[in-house]
């Protein structure tokens, strides 16, 4: 852009000559902005993606959690009723296994919470990224329509 800007303009010069260096200069603006409108759309697009990867990270983690809080409530469950009556030795450890039922099943309900938070918040990804998607083809048009009548500079 600097080449073309710095043009002489005088009043000899020819009409041809300045309407050509004015198509350089503005060819010349065009690929610096679709130039830099490609690197700002390459830093989204990789930011997208690691958010996406991070969230199928954080939803196996939730559902391997999810899975092993139900299996330990089961067996506590099953531990309980096979040792429903017995001495003191027993009632505590009932009352250490209800305890730890409670726990878990608290740390059930979190992790269902935290499935559905994640579930939300990919879903509001994916419709981002559709989206830019959709930008993204809309300009790529208007760079092949405006592109295809002229040759770069």
């Given amino acids: 852009m600097q080449k ?11 009409l041809d000559a300045e309407m050509q260096g004015n198509m350089r200069l503005f060819r010349a603006q065009r690929n610096f902005y679709i130039s830099g409108f490609a690197l700002f759309l390459l830093v989204v697009i990789r930011r997208l993606i690691q958010l996406i990867s991070e969230l199928a990270t954080v939803l196996a983690t939730s559902e391997a959690n999810y899975r092993q809080a139900q299996s330990a409530s089961v067996a506590a469950k099953s531990l309980l009723e096979q040792h429903g009556s017995g001495d003191e030795k027993t009632k505590k450890e009932i009352e250490d296994l209800k305890s730890q039922i409670l726990q878990l099943e608290k740390d059930l309900a979190r992790e269902k919470k935290d499935k559905e938070a994640v579930k939300s918040q990919a879903e509001s990804l994916n419709r981002e990224y559709d989206r830019l998607t959709e930008e993204h083809s809309i300009l790529q048009k208007k760079i092949t329509v405006a592109g295809g009548d002229k040759k770069d500079a």
Wanted: avoid cysteine; charged fraction near 20%.
């Fill in 4 to 14: 073309y800007s710095n043009l002489e303009t005088t009043d000899h010069q020819h």
